[in-house]
């Protein structure tokens, strides 16, 4: 009924529904595919300059008549639909751009995409999983400085990336634009809610009122327990509660103590039985969407990429709101992960490439995302009712999604430097012994900050 209701409405806002991203495996073979738009029948060429006057355009692609074929790397093509709904309307719009699509597996992308830049391959547009590979590359010089084509671009303004262009640069110099981002709240099980007789949580809770409400949902035993929440196994799943209110930076290793008391509510928790054993959930490879998808839990704390998964498989009602915070926060600021798109150093249509960015990083590209419950990089008051839709279109979604779309500030989950993929090997690590109680959190963290501190 929901997919359903779904359909209709997309078809008639001219909007697609989109495959799950984000935490899917890619193919084990890098394939692939090009696509061309169909073209008519030759025809007589015109005067170029006479047609580019006419043309109000910014970039050499779109003001001219010469026909190009970008090179696209990404991840997830294959199974992922808004990504050709999306490049297919590209090339409705610019028949002169064609792409091709090289996909890598998934799970491999980072490296994979490294190794490739390195040897010197001519991607024109190079989309980023995340911003430690964004770092590296750009501390390698296989990424094409951005600044001149947006500088140049009347129709492109950074007003609408809630500031996190400026959070994908060094040292002024921009290298990516926001494709998607990511909110880290907490979704809730109203159905459970209801037959506990518990009201639903509310934006502005303290860690302590989170376990307190997790100890009122847990019930029962065995294979039939509910367990009040769920906490996954990434460090993040602790990180994010503090680096919301930014008073964690995994580049300050000043900072890292104020992981101290929310590992503490979680290892409670824990101990209590209010969420599973994280050893158990790390053995079982259990992931979070099971858990809630069977109704093993009331809440979890994940990204906003699971609206996405919920419309499109939940069969209760659910809700959403911010995360608990220790500093006061209610819903002024977000944390999650970006990613980006960027130019390769080696493309030979950048051009092409930078139009064709435009488009799926803008209101067009925004626009089929959030028609799938997936959050892009650009904001606006289309995109905000968007979402406000999904209440009207799918049986379960919320009212008002919007109000944890649209953040007034946006907290990127790991600031860019050339070693934070070592950082973030050393916190993951850390973390693990953490939960698993190898080490008390004080200790987790003071091992943290002596190996992160060894780095420099």
């Not at 005067?47 to 074929?69: I, K, L, M, N, R």
């Not at 959050?375 to 919320?398: K, R, W």
Request: contains cysteine; glycine residues 8%; aromatic residues 10%.
């Amino acid at each position: 009924m929901k997919l359903k209701k779904l359909v209709s409405i997309l078809m008639t806002s001219v909007m697609t529904i989109g495959a799950l991203v984000g935490c899917g495996s890619g193919t084990a073979e890098t394939t692939t595919e090009t696509a061309t738009e169909e073209k008519a029948e030759e025809t007589t060429e015109e005067t170029a300059d006479t047609e580019a006057a006419e043309e109000t355009t910014d970039t050499a692609a779109e003001a001219s008549d010469e026909e190009v074929t970008i090179r696209v790397a990404l991840w997830d093509y294959s199974n992922t639909e808004y990504y050709k709904k999306m490049f297919d309307a590209f090339s409705a719009e610019y028949p002169n751009i064609s792409y091709e699509v090289v996909e890598f597996p998934a799970d491999e992308y980072p490296t994979t995409i490294k190794t490739q830049l390195m040897g010197g391959q001519n991607f024109d547009v190079v989309f980023l999983k995340d911003l430690p590979t964004l770092s590296a590359l750009i501390s390698g010089g296989h990424l094409m400085p951005l600044d001149s084509f947006m500088e140049g671009d009347s129709e492109f303004s950074k007003d609408n990336y809630s500031g996190l262009i400026e959070q994908l640069g060094v040292d002024d110099v921009s290298y990516g634009v926001p494709f998607r981002k990511d909110n880290s709240m907490i979704f809730y099980n109203k159905d459970i809610f209801d037959a506990a007789g518990v009201a639903y949580p509310e934006d502005g809770m303290s860690m302590e009122d989170y376990e307190a409400l997790a100890e009122q949902l847990t019930s029962g035993e065995g294979n039939d327990k509910i367990y009040g929440a769920h906490v996954h196994t990434w460090a993040s799943n602790v990180s994010q509660f503090a680096r919301r209110g930014e008073e964690f930076n995994q580049l300050d290793t000043s900072t890292y103590e104020s992981l101290i008391p929310y590992y503490k509510v979680i290892l409670d928790m824990q101990d209590k039985g209010y969420v599973q054993d994280f050893g158990a959930l790390k053995s079982g490879n259990v992931h979070y969407s099971g858990v809630m998808y069977n109704h093993q839990a009331a809440m979890v704390q994940m990204g906003s990429w699971f609206i996405n998964m919920l419309v499109e498989n939940a069969d209760f009602n659910w809700g959403v709101c911010s995360m608990p915070s220790e500093i006061g926060l209610v819903n002024e600021k977000a944390v999650g992960g970006i990613t980006p798109v960027t130019i390769g150093a080696y493309a030979e249509h950048p051009e092409a490439a930078w139009t064709f960015i435009k488009y799926v990083c803008g209101e067009e590209g925004a626009s089929v995302l959030a028609s799938s419950g997936i959050v892009p990089g650009y904001s606006s008051d289309e995109i905000n009712a968007i979402f406000d839709s999904l209440h009207d279109t799918s049986e379960y979604a919320p009212e008002g999604l919007s109000k944890y779309i649209n953040i007034p500030t946006y907290i990127v989950e790991f600031p860019m430097a050339e070693n934070s993929g070592d950082i973030d090997t050393i916190i993951t690590e850390e973390h693990s012994a953490i939960m698993t109680k190898t080490v008390t959190p004080e200790e987790g963290i003071q091992n943290m900050i002596d190996r992160v501190n060894a780095l420099q």
